[in-house]
């Protein structure tokens, strides 16, 4: 059954969503939660769109008893016939596109534009990790000199895959997929604030998958953290927050030896030198910020480092760029920015511009809550200069479309403060020096690095960060090989 007729009004999507009987994939069937009902608000207005009932603990546990039996026989189908199912899969969820770009405006407050392409770039992830199955392979060694010495990947059953709230679709599809082409069964938790568009992907998974191979939960960090516990999840892979981070590698020891792999948070600097193309550099620095996501991207570029000699022209350059950015209701045509996610999100964005502000930075743009959108939880694209690389709005992840910018003298100077937050995930460097432009990414401390270009992800490419930012490289074959774990073979011939 379609979620509503295209073309749709958000009225209509929003009609939908609350006469949906929204249901969760727990194995083997489509239920209901058995834990309390909770409301899913709609951030760009603030009202309630349906409630749903959150997993129990019970639930999990039955969740995970299914994945685990169904571990050993889609495990035995081999890498080719589960890429098979995996890109069945991709095929039914791309039927549902427009229904799923619509779930995540409405639920998430992205612009529906972005949304469709958000939805294409997790099919497309799919697609591109059912294309890697060939690479599962292991390797012959010279062990011995009369012996056969092989290795092969196996998968480790299991697998908890714990997701945030900025790209619900996106995430969703294209992070289960490489778990279960490498021959586990997965666990999909959503973000409680966005779990619609996941609910859905579970609903079609259902018609797709065998019984048991994909679950989706939804609840909050009970749920996940009950998953991390849970001692027959041996492989937890998280995308969140560097403080739950943590605490899932902290849960995890305690209950047992886990591999856990983290995409966590960034602080990032774009590094601009005084060669660099300046119209180019310009348009990246408001790219880097994407505020289609409201700034809530781990790999925004929010600090901007500019070499001093033109700081001036980039600084009132980049300021009246970000003053044009058009805000409004995300499924309004040329909207570039909608709310963000929760009341506790925006104060936090405008509680740390508000303290920036306190501590000596000049406000260029923006700076808080937009009287005319006060129906939703808005806050302005901001620019703020005039703080030190020290300062806590140069250090701490916003996560709200917030830049800062800075000058810097040197080449040395600009590596410094670069590498000066505890944050690692990327950075961008824009100059026509090619000596310099590998220099500097070099000595950047961030797994992700652009050389005149910012924010674009490239297919195969590994995507993962250094320091608070994680461990683990996603979006790549590092991604599939991380989920399997290698077993050698030694045949001693006699
Ligand atoms: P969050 O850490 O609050 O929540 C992420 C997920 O973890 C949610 O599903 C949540 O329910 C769950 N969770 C919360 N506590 C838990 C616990 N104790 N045990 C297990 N699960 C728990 O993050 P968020 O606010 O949804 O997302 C924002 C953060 O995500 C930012 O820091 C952002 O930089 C980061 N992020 C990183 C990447 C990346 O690729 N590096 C991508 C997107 C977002």
Partial sequence: MSLAEHPATPEEVISAINNYHWQQLHGSELREGRGEAAPIINPSTKDVLTTIAWATRDDVTAVVNEASDAAAAWAARGPYARAAIVRELADALEKRAEDFAWLDTIDAGLPLWMMRIDIVTGIARMRMFADMAHALTGQSLPGSPQGLHVTTPEPFGVVARIIPFNHPFMFAASKIAAPLVAGNTVVLKPSELTPLSALLLGEVAAEVLPSGVLSVVHGGPDVGDQLVRDKRVHRIAF??????????????????????????????????????DIDGLIASAVKGMNFAFAGQSCGSTSRLLVQRSIFTEVRDRVAEAVARVRQGLPWEEGVQIGPMISQRQQERALGFIERAREAGAELLVGGSHPTELSSGWYVEPTVLTGMTPDAEIAQEEVFGPVLSIMPFDSEEEAITIANSVDYGLTGSVWTQDIDRAFRTARALEAGYVWINDTSTHFPGVPFGGVKLSGIGREESLEELLSYTQTRAINVVLR
């Fill in 239 to 276: 995308t969140g927050s560097h403080g739950v981070g943590r605490s899932i590698q902290q849960a995890g020891a305690e209950v047992g030896v886990k591999s856990v792999s983290l995409e966590l948070g960034g602080k990032n600097a774009l590094i601009a030198y005084d060669d660099a």
